[in-house]
């Protein structure tokens, strides 16, 4: 019998983008079965708990219409992402590559993780030409100063965001073009 091949796409996804949604429906393809991987990342500082990016990134995976939804499944970790990555059974850990700004860090991850466990191959997906300038960072500064981000997430992480800001819960942490 072969074994089914799984993937795990980890990251903050706070809040989750079109970037990220888009490297979801392709990484699903590469492999039997996904796990997002939501680090629970409280040094980051998130804007929203990890449950609630949890139940966010439920609700978008729900609403793919090419019955991926069923081999995708959204959970939270907050350890080693190796140790993680083994307890899910994954062979292949995805991330997605941006430009410039992401090669170093993410250069550095794999490179520290194949130490870890050289079994587990690190995989780069390079976003796509219409989400490369994505991020979750500059969604939540638009978000916080009232710009709209409908461009840059789904309309039902739009009202999540609207949500945090009108209700004056949380602070932008820094202005778009500020120094
Ligand atoms: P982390 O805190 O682990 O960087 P993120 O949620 O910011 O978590 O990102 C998760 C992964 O998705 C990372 O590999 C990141 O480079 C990638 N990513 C973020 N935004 C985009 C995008 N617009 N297009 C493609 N990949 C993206």
Redesign the pocket.
């Known amino acids: 019998m072969i074994t089914p091949r799984v993937g795990i796409?980890?990251?903050?996804?706070?809040p989750?983008?079109?970037?990220?949604l888009?490297?979801i429906r392709r990484a699903a393809r590469l492999v039997d079965r996904l796990v997002i991987g939501v680090?629970r990342?409280d040094g980051?500082g998130p804007l929203f708990p990890t449950d609630e990016r949890v139940e966010i990134v439920r609700d978008e995976v729900a609403h793919f219409e090419n019955g991926d939804a069923e081999r995708i499944e959204v959970r939270p970790f907050d350890t080693l992402l190796m140790q993680f990555a083994q307890s899910v059974g994954a062979s292949v850990i995805?991330?997605?590559?941006?430009a410039v700004s992401?090669f170093e860090?993410?250069f550095q991850m794999a490179g520290m993780n194949a130490r870890l466990n050289p079994d587990i191959e690190t995989v780069?997906?390079?976003?796509?030409d219409r989400?490369?300038?994505?991020?979750?960072?500059f969604v939540k500064e638009i978000g916080a100063l009232g710009g709209d981000v409908s461009h840059f997430v789904s309309p039902r992480v739009a009202i999540r965001l609207l949500d945090r800001f009108a209700n004056g819960r949380a602070k932008p942490r820094r202005r778009v073009g500020a120094s």
């Open positions: 796409y980890p990251g903050t996804f706070d989750i983008t079109n970037g990220h888009d490297i680090a990342n980051k995805i991330r997605g590559l941006r992401d860090y993410e780069f997906l390079m976003a796509s989400y490369q300038f994505i991020s979750s960072r």
